[in-house]
């Protein structure tokens, strides 16, 4: 599997400010023809940016969906809209959707569904708080994420993201990412059999320039979601330079 380096812009971005980053991208993308590279604008810039990255190895992805095809929600986006505007991937279940608008993983279930037939690939995010950490109960968190997020014969990539390393600029120790990367491969395994081998585990939390080559050297890290960073276009390409060949 090639690695996958995707970058959140979360709320970052006007048209003017979006098609900068996606200019600075595309002219600097060149050397990195080892990963595959994603980027994932808000929705009011993913067209420009769709435009602007026409032809370029960056691919488009949202950052949610609506769990439905279309109806009366307002404000709320359906996957085909994205894949209509450019995107060919979605982020799901990200903790600061979690939070803010109270997502379950069974709402993350019903996203992912309508993202997959509307044929995005979706990007599943899991990962627990510091204080459920605190209490020695990340894998069990993890565990009932994966378990309620995903439906059966999904097909995507997950994106293992401890709430605490998120922003923060702490970034979880290279032990710890091994080990909950390792029981994420065994829950897939358990989950989706043989076809668990081919699901990708991205890492997210303050993943850097100078952290990213430990990070993605680890064992069962298929690549990065990264969020600060990704918002300067020197720092998320160095991250890709990074990712072993
Ligand atoms: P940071 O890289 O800013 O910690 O954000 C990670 C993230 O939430 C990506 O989805």
Redesign the pocket.
């Known amino acids: 599997m090639r690695p996958l380096i995707a970058g ?1 812009w ?1 709320m970052h971005g006007t048209r003017a400010e979006a098609l900068a980053l996606a200019a600075a991208l595309r002219a600097g993308c060149g050397d990195v023809a080892h990963c595959d590279l994603l980027v994932c604008p808000p929705a009011t810039v993913l067209h420009a940016v769709a435009q602007a990255l026409a032809g370029a190895p960056i691919a488009l992805g949202g950052q949610d969906c609506h769990g439905e095809a279309n109806g009366a929600h307002t404000g709320d986006i359906a996957a085909a809209m994205l894949r209509d505007a450019g995107a060919s991937w979605v ?1 799901l279940g ?3 959707r979690r939070a803010d608008h109270g997502e379950t993983d069974e709402t993350v279930r019903e996203k992912v569904l309508a993202a997959v037939s509307a044929g995005l690939c979706p990007i599943v ?1 899991v990962g627990e708080s510091a204080a459920q950490r605190a209490e020695g109960r990340e894998t069990e968190v993890v565990g009932w994420q994966i378990s309620g997020s995903l439906p059966q014969d999904f097909s995507g990539v997950i ?1 293992y ?1 401890p709430i605490w ?4 600029g702490q970034h979880a120790t290279p032990a710890d990412v091994t080990t909950m990367h390792a029981f994420i491969r065994e829950e897939l395994h358990r989950q989706f059999g043989a076809c668990g081998a081919g699901i990708s585990i991205l890492y ?4 850097k320039p100078a952290n990213a080559a430990e990070l993605l050297a680890l064992p069962e890290v298929g690549g990065a ?6 918002l300067v276009a020197d720092d998320f390409l160095a991250i890709a330079r990074a990712t072993p060949r």
């Open positions: 959140n979360k982020i990200h903790s600061e995010c994106a993201e390393a998120i922003g923060s997210g939390g303050s993943v979601l990264v969020g600060g960073a990704s």
